[in-house]
């Protein structure tokens, strides 16, 4: 079954600085598509970044980068110089096309706190 | 600009009564989508609809109803069996290409509380 996973409920990282989120996945369809998502405390919901399974290179985005390791089914969002405004709770959704339902499934998400 | 709208963005139900959250969307997508979110959690699928006319359940569609009549618009009416209602409800829409790479985008969402 489709699932998503993310192992840290909470992260801390110092302004200006790298953070990696964990994301990994789990399907038996070879292609898929792997989205990551920004919650700000206002609740709505910010696409960041996608990765396409069949994509030969990691996807970046300005600060996003996503290093996807497809061996691993792992798709791990980078950020990197934190910024303050950074500070929300970010998700990681997978969609497979040919399942018939055009589902997107999430993760539990991560919980991000800059520290100035 | 083009974008999801969802009202009101607070909303208050007296025990017993059936509320309408409204979804209008004007980005001639053709899936719609309502998610429910309690606190420090993720997001549940409670209803999809991929064309007009046309809706399923999703993960926890108990308590819940919707409607598809026209394309820009599918509202979730949370039924007095819904027992637990207080939450956070997202309405989401995506393009239907049959491609992985289209991302869903969101409205601003409506906190729904028991009175």
């Known amino acids: 079954a489709q699932k998503i996973t993310q192992t840290q409920p909470g992260m801390f990282v110092q302004e200006k600085e790298a953070v990696t989120l964990d994301c990994t996945y789990d399907t038996s369809d070879p292609s898929y598509g792997l989205f990551w998502y920004k919650q700000p405390s206002s609740g709505e919901m910010i696409f960041l970044i996608y990765q396409g399974s069949y994509d030969q290179q990691n996807a970046t985005e300005g600060r996003y980068s996503l290093n996807f390791q497809k061996a691993r089914k792992s798709a791990n969002l980078v950020i990197s110089a934190s910024q303050l405004g950074d500070s929300a709770m970010y998700f990681c959704?997978?969609?497979?096309?040919?399942?018939?339902?055009?589902?997107?499934?999430f993760g539990t998400g991560t919980r991000l706190k800059v520290l100035a | 600009d083009g974008g999801i709208t969802q009202s009101p963005k607070y909303l208050f139900r007296k025990e017993g009564q059936n509320v309408t959250l409204s979804c209008e969307q004007n980005l001639n997508h053709d899936a719609m989508y309502w998610y429910r979110q309690d606190p420090g959690q993720g997001l549940r699928l409670i209803y999809y609809s991929q064309i007009v006319n046309d809706f399923q359940k999703g993960d926890i569609a108990e308590g819940y109803s919707v409607s598809r009549e026209k394309k820009e618009s599918f509202p979730l009416t949370v039924t007095s069996a819904q027992k637990n209602p207080t939450a956070f409800y997202l309405c989401?829409?995506?393009?239907?290409?049959?491609?992985?790479?289209?991302?869903?985008?969101f409205g601003d969402g409506t906190r729904l509380s028991i009175l």
């Open positions: 959704a997978m969609r497979e096309p040919f399942s018939g339902t055009y589902k997107y499934i």
């Open positions: 989401a829409s995506s393009l239907e290409t049959g491609g992985t790479n289209q991302p869903q985008h």
